[in-house]
């Protein structure tokens, strides 16, 4: 069997269980010139007992101009088998007091917004939207940019879903906060604290 070259193992992992990682064809002796179903047979010798090894699809691996398309695999490992990782326990967010964010406080872990001490009753995406406006005050958003980043790279839509998702919000923050979402005219908005 190839030498396969393994990293220092952490104290999470239990000994004994091997560690695999990228090796270039010219690493390995003798893999190389092994057809493709005895190399994939040869590294499933190193997996832990009851792990899967899968190819990935093509479209999650990196590519790198001028180099050939990457081979991945996925491994899974059953539940019962994961090496145990202690949890740390979690380190409360620090307070920000509410003239630093503005009259808009955004509570990223409890998914919550909050004007005047209110709490908004806000969609996903309406929510998703406030956060990411809030989270750069003066900056001028595009439609476009904002639909990439809140809806993501897959939808389907136009800029009127923007202008349509800040007028609502525009109606939950109130009369009297509604102006911190300021339209620039043919392009797109900004908060304004």
Excluded: C
């Amino acid at each position: 069997m190839a030498h396969i070259q393994t990293a220092p193992l952490p104290a999470a992992v239990r000994p004994g269980r091997p560690r695999l990682r990228a090796v270039d064809p010219h690493e390995v002796a003798g893999l190389p010139s092994l057809s493709p179903l005895s190399q994939l047979s040869q590294v499933a010798d190193l997996l832990p007992p009851g792990a899967t090894l899968l190819p990935a699809p093509q479209h999650a691996l990196p590519t790198l101009p001028g180099r050939p398309p990457m081979v991945g695999y996925l491994v899974l490992v059953p539940a019962d088998q994961q090496p145990q990782v202690p949890v740390a326990a979690p380190v409360p967010a620090p307070a920000v007091a509410p003239e630093e964010q503005g009259p808009v406080a955004i509570d990223g872990v409890r998914r919550i917004a909050v004007v005047d001490g209110e709490e908004l009753d806000l969609t996903y995406l309406e929510f998703e939207l406030l956060a990411h406006l809030v989270a750069h005050p003066h900056r001028v958003h595009t439609r476009d940019q904002l639909v990439t980043t809140v809806w993501g790279y897959g939808h389907v839509g136009d800029g009127r879903t923007v202008d349509v998702h800040v007028a609502r919000l525009r109606r939950k923050l109130g009369a009297e906060h509604r102006h911190t979402i300021q339209t620039v005219r043919r392009v797109g908005y900004k908060y304004t604290p």
